[in-house]
């Protein structure tokens, strides 16, 4: 049987290649295989991704290596403060120059002589992208976005990040071949990386040529996502609402935890602390949410709003509920079995994701640029608002049962909690009753009339007829 989560049945993962060549080089396979290889990582959704690095040609220090890093998942972008790339180093090898990011740390390099100190001697080097604007000499291809990686889904020409860097062995070491790192990391929460392991060596082109070239040696690292190590709590719920029923089904009790246990959270008229709030854009805070039974940062409302002959008509609200920080490029993801008869959405971007050949029920939502795709922090203007105009399919719709709120949805890449089917808002059964027993009442009535008035008839007619007495 297929399996109807449009997760459950794929794993994010990160690719990492790392390849001595001779020549800059940057591609991946739309089927996640590397063609052409470097070292790094990729957040993906049915794709292999990655980001790769290359020992290009020696110099005069060791080697010149380009880093690139690749987001291929659909939807999961990596928002700011962005990427942090760290490996550990199994000898003693030390970054001399590096363009197009930066290393936290310099480190100790007491051991280095001469006057101009190397890049970084970290023996765990932790790597951060440049920021936009950053200066001419020190940018490469693909650099300078804050970190900040797009879904392929949104925007595909922002999807990837590159950095170039020299590398450098202590001089008290006569051993001088290159070798992987190992324990990769690519700091972003819910992401775990495995070992290195050899693949076979990439072919690439020289840059402007037809000639094809070999790297000597490549590798793979893959890291896998998990949204239980990303998030203590789910972090967003669905409530619903339809026009046919006075039930409102608010987001379940304790949906992303409960009042005074984890999650702070500011009671209605109140204003949080300027303490609460981050201090610089590197700075991660946790959310600081309005005081609610369900405590999520994230509120997605999907109300039926009418239904016509052939169309039907939902409007969704999106809500931040969180006081400390804003939702760039944010996205939801739903799950519905009518979205493959979307005529049209208000509001926002659309597009569906085809997960199965025959099957198209999932669909990804964002918001409009310089518009709505910025989710601001809770307040007046903290929800963005559309609505969705669907065709009647007379093959499976229906108001019975809840069918036409949706299955799962998804904000930024994870799960909300959807309140209990047995609560969804329901056709009310008073209508029903009432109807029933108005059309039983009404039915004899109507016969009795009849009755009345063929029994008239027949009276007057036999009057008629009747000869007069004499």
């Known amino acids: 049987m297929v399996p109807r989560d449009p997760m459950e049945s794929v794993a994010y993962q990160v690719g990492v290649s790392w390849e001595p060549l001779d020549r800059e080089v940057i591609h991946v396979n739309p089927d996640g295989s590397f063609k052409n290889g470097r070292v790094g990582y990729g957040v993906i959704f049915r794709n292999y991704a990655g980001a790769a690095l290359d020992a ?9 290596v380009m880093v690139s890093i690749f987001n291929l998942q659909q939807y999961r972008h990596v928002d700011r403060p962005g990427w942090k790339l760290g490996w550990e180093w199994r000898g003693d090898e030390a970054i001399w120059r590096m363009t197009g990011a ?44 804050g970190g900040v990686l797009f879904s392929m889904m949104q925007n595909p020409l922002w999807n990837k990040a590159s950095f ?26 819910g992401y775990t990386c495995g070992s290195p392991f050899k693949v076979s ?28 190590r990303a998030f203590r709590h789910p972090t967003c719920c669905v409530s619903l609402s339809a026009f046919y029923s006075e039930t409102i ?11 005074g246990v984890g999650t702070k959270c500011v009671n209605p008229g109140d204003s949080p602390s ?58 939801i993801v739903v799950q519905h079995p009518n979205l493959q008869s979307v005529v049209q959405v208000f509001n926002l971007q659309y597009k569906s994701i085809n997960l199965y050949d025959t099957i198209n029920d999932t669909g990804v939502f964002w918001g409009i640029p310089f518009y709505n795709d910025i989710l601001l922090q809770s307040g007046e203007d903290g929800n963005v608002q ?6 009647k399919d007379r093959g499976m719709f229906t108001f019975k049962e809840g069918w036409t709120f949706p299955r799962r949805i998804y904000f930024n890449g994870d799960e909300c909690v959807l309140p209990p ?21 009404f039915l004899p009535l109507i016969a009795f009339t009849i009755c009345l008035l063929y029994i008239r008839a027949y009276v007057w007619n036999q009057n008629i007829i009747r000869p007069t007495p004499e």
């Open 201 to 228: 060596p990439t072919k690439y082109r020289a840059g402007g040529t037809r000639r094809w070239m070999q790297a000597f040696l490549s590798w793979n690292i893959t890291c896998i996502y998990s949204q239980l």
């Open 249 to 259: 089904v608010e987001c379940s009790r304790c949906s992303c935890g409960c009042q």
């Open 421 to 441: 089917p047995e609560i969804y808002p329901r056709i009310p059964q008073q209508n029903q009753s009432s109807s029933f027993s108005l059309y039983y009442i």
């Open 102 to 145: 930066e290393a936290t740390e310099q480190g100790n390099c007491s051991w280095f002589r001469g006057a101009e100190l190397p890049h970084s001697c970290e023996k765990m080097p932790i790597i951060t992208d440049l920021l936009p604007g950053a200066p001419y000499q020190l940018q490469v291809p693909d650099c300078c976005k």
């Open 386 to 391: 559309a609505e969705i105009l669907l065709k």
């Open 274 to 331: 300027t303490l609460l709030f981050p201090h610089s854009d590197e700075e991660i805070v946790p959310p600081t949410v309005a005081c609610s039974q369900h405590m999520c940062p994230i509120r997605v409302h999907w109300h039926v709003k009418l239904s016509y002959k052939d169309y039907w008509r939902v409007k969704v609200t999106v809500t931040n509920l969180n006081f400390v920080k804003n939702y760039t490029s944010w996205n």
């Open 164 to 189: 170039k860097m020299d590398i450098m062995k202590a001089p008290l070491h006569n051993k001088t071949e290159l070798m992987i790192p190992k324990n990769f990391s690519i700091g972003i929460p």
């Open 56 to 64: 290009m040609a020696g110099c005069r220090t060791g080697r010149s």
